[in-house]
Every structure is written in C-alpha cells, then in structure tokens.
C-alpha cells in the first residue's frame, strides 16, 4: 500500500518516521511536514491508496481531496465537536474524556463518514494530550487501514459545533477558580500555542507547567512576565 502522512507537529513527524521505518518494504510511506511538499503533482506521481493527516493546519486542495482518500483525525466524538480547537473547547467544557474520530475529508468541515473511533483521556497539558493522541494514531489507528480496507459510515446525531478560539480567549481572569485556571494553563501548554495570561501593569504574565493540589486548593507554575498587551 502506498500512503502520505502530512502533519507539521513535531511529535506526529516522529511517529509518522518511526511507522515509515517499521513498514519499510511493505508498504511505501512518503512524509510531508510543509505545504509547499503537499501538493497535487507530488500526489499525483506517488498516486496514494490514502492521505492521513493528523494535525495538519493548512488548506487542502479540492483536486487533492477529491481525487484520493484523505483521512483527518479529530479529537471529539463527531458529530459533536465539529469545527476549530476541539482539545481547547472540551476542557473549558469540562469534558475528562473524548475520542478520537477518523473520518474522510469531505466538502463538509468535519462532517465526512467516520472510518474509526478510539478513546483519549484528557487529563494532562495540551502537549501531553496532543502526544498520547499520536499514540494513538500511529500504534493502532493507520496501522488498523494497513491492515484490512476500512469501509466509512456517515456521522449520526445532530452536530454541535465548536468557534476556533483565539488567544485572548486564554485569558485568566480574577473570578476564575483554581481549577478552571488550571486547565485554562493545561489546555494551552503544548508546542505552538499561545499559552493562557494575565496581564499585570504593563506586563503580561504567561502560564505554563501546571500543578493542583490533590485537594483543590494550591495551584503552582511557570510564570513568564512580557512587556505589552497580548
């Protein structure tokens, strides 16, 4: 079989060449990690039996998507969670589980059929959520389509859908408990997120490494002072 990975995190491209190395000789696996790699005559050559791709940021082509099978991973149970930072809106949701869904690129954003599911706890930061998701990914879900065709079905359900959140919406605020700052911190502490602030004077202090209390009530971490506004 033959498969692109595109992804641009840096524990996805680990995994995504780790898979290449193990599959070597049986199935051909090409990476991409930036869109300039990504595009319709490089996938027309390598002519793809599938396109996966976890945590990609960029636009896809039409003449890519509608000319072979391109996979994207999401992290919520679909049809609930469809649209921008689903790790984000779940944890201010309170949600302490989801899973991930495996679903084919279609005009409709992340309203394709679904391939797989499997369960993801989100306790943990950002980035320890993100790197037990390619765990996932990598060690069982693409390996599970090298395996036997996988056949989609369409969502179920009525969709609810979540807004791309911004980075002044990570910011914390006086009447916030402790455990909503935590995960305010935890679910924006990962590689390439602005990570969750307040702003203090001419400063803005920003948090990361998050630690509460058994009980609740003591809450530590790293704070970085910047000068300016967010």
């Not at 679909?78 to 779940?90: A, E, I, K």
């Not at 943990?124 to 395996?147: H, K, W």
Request: proline share 6%.
């Amino acid at each position: 079989m033959r498969i692109i990975i595109a992804t641009i995190k840096s524990w996805n491209i680990e995994r995504a060449q780790a898979l290449q190395k193990k599959y070597e000789g049986t199935h051909e696996i090409v990476i991409y990690t930036k869109k300039e790699e990504f595009t319709v005559n490089n996938v027309c050559n390598f002519k793809p039996d599938y396109i996966f791709m976890p945590h990609w940021s960029y636009l896809i082509p039409e003449e890519i998507t509608d000319n072979w099978e391109c996979v994207v991973f999401h992290m919520t149970d679909l049809p609930y969670g469809r649209g921008g930072s689903p790790l984000q809106n779940l944890i201010v949701r309170g949600h302490k589980e989801t899973k991930i869904s495996a679903i084919k690129v279609t005009k409709k954003l992340d309203g394709g059929p679904v391939y797989m599911k499997r369960p993801l706890s989100l306790t943990g930061s950002a980035q320890e959520i993100f790197v037990r998701c390619s765990d996932t990914i990598f060690y069982d879900m693409i390996p599970g389509f090298l395996s036997e065709k996988t056949v989609p079905v369409p969502q179920e359900g009525e969709p609810v859908v979540f807004k791309r959140r911004k980075p002044e919406d990570g910011q914390i605020t006086a009447d916030m408990e402790l455990d909503k700052i935590y995960d305010y911190i935890r679910m924006l502490d990962a590689e390439g997120y602005p990570r969750a602030y307040t702003e203090f004077g001419a400063y803005r202090m920003e948090f990361e490494q998050a630690s509460l209390s058994e009980d609740g009530q003591e809450l530590s971490a790293r704070v970085v002072f910047k000068k300016g506004k967010i």
